[in-house]
């Protein structure tokens, strides 16, 4: 299996800019699409973005779209959520995740593989 290790978080002012990573390693990251979650205080874990194996077809979830890109090397494995123009709403923990399936998904349940999380925090 593959295991995911989230980096870059931070705390930023509205309006700043973080890039979050996700490495991989365990197995081969290139056959496995790659999405960005993000889990709030007394929320539900919530979709923000989703890249196929190829880095062909990329989703975004509507509050996000303009301001957030994903993207992946696979060479590198690891993949990238570049964030910009920030709003304290985005405050919250950001997960990636995988799954074997290539296909992009912005379904929780079909990503079985997860990092740890890293924290985000946009000041008002």
């Known amino acids: 299996q593959v295991q995911l290790v989230e980096s870059g978080g931070g705390l930023v002012q509205a309006g700043g800019s973080l890039r979050l990573a996700c490495g991989a390693s365990g197995r081969t990251f290139s056959p496995y699409a790659v999405g960005w979650f993000r889990q709030a205080p007394g929320k539900e874990r919530e979709f923000v973005a989703t890249i196929s194996w190829s880095g062909g077809i990329r989703y975004y979830a509507d509050s996000v779209k303009g301001r957030f890109t994903i993207s992946r090397d696979n060479a590198r494995n690891t993949a990238y959520l570049e964030m910009i123009s920030l709003k304290p709403e985005d405050t919250a923990v950001y997960y990636c995740?995988?799954?074997?399936?290539?296909?992009?998904?912005?379904?929780?349940?079909?990503?079985?593989?997860w990092g740890q999380g890293t924290q985000v925090t946009v000041s008002s």
């Open positions: 995740a995988a799954t074997r399936d290539g296909s992009a998904t912005t379904q929780v349940s079909r990503y079985p593989y």
